[in-house]
Nanobody, 124 residues
Framework: QVQLVESGGGLVQAGGSLNLSCAAS????????MGWFRQAPGKEREFVAA????????LYVGSVKGRFTISRDNAKNTVYLQMNSLKPEDTAVYYC?????????????????WGQGTQVTVSS
């Protein structure tokens, strides 16, 4: 089992930045891909970004390309999501996720472990 704990959410004005962190513990050696999804009220959970262990291949949803950057520190078992130029439509609960095995996917069913989520609110 892998436990994931997110931090770094909060309230920010449009155009601002936030940096989310997700610390993994447990059987982290079995987790290859780590990533982030988000869910706004009344909407389905949406893929945001993912990153593989080695090499650090990344995948982004189109709406965040050029604004968000995902990275990971394997020594610390931590994945980060640097969010710049935030927009009100980025408001959501952001969930950290991890999966066993190779590959990056948009489908949340492909991921095995989930954090509790951290709220990101962008005011206009």
């Amino acid at each position: 089992q892998v436990q994931l704990v997110e931090s770094g959410g909060g309230l920010v004005q449009a155009g601002g930045s936030l940096n989310l962190s997700c610390a993994a513990s447990g059987r982290t050696s079995s987790s290859d891909a780590m990533g982030w999804f988000r869910q706004a009220p009344g909407k389905e959970r949406e893929f945001v970004a993912a990153i593989s262990r080695i090499p650090s291949t990344t995948l982004y949803v189109g709406s965040v390309k050029g604004r968000f950057t995902i990275s990971r520190d394997n020594a610390k078992n931590t994945v980060y999501l640097q969010m710049n130029s935030l927009k009100p439509e980025d408001t959501a609960v952001y969930y950290c996720t991890a999966r066993d095995g190779v590959g990056l996917y948009h489908d949340p069913r492909r991921y095995d472990y989930w954090g509790q989520g951290t709220q990101v609110t962008v005011s206009s």
